[in-house]
């Protein structure tokens, strides 16, 4: 691991590149190994409350780029749950009332069990 404040800084802005990178191409495997990285450096970065005004500048970069991560993990889980709700949707069996109006059965999650 890194041993001065502005390599543990260079390094954690690495993997927050690193991190966005593999969950554009969805690579899991090497996403979750760089989020276990980066938890354990910003783990040690904690007590840290000193910072030189050249590192400050690296961290507020850090930080935006951390942001841009959230936002894309954010609309990311936007659109798979708008995605199982459309098909949730769709493949809730219709059946009739006693009026004759139409009533949608629930699914009871029915792609996540992987039974269509």
Sequence with gaps: MAKTLKDQLTRLHELI???REYAKAFAMNELMATVQVKNELI???EPVRDISP???ELAAVIREENRRN???FWA???FVRESMSFFQKELAPVSYG???STIRGNTGGILLRGRI
């Design 70 to 72: 959230a936002y894309l």
């Design 98 to 100: 006693a009026q004759g």
């Design 54 to 56: 050249e590192d400050r």
């Design 43 to 45: 783990k040690a970065l």
């Design 17 to 19: 590149l690193q991190e």
């Design 76 to 78: 990311a889980l936007a």
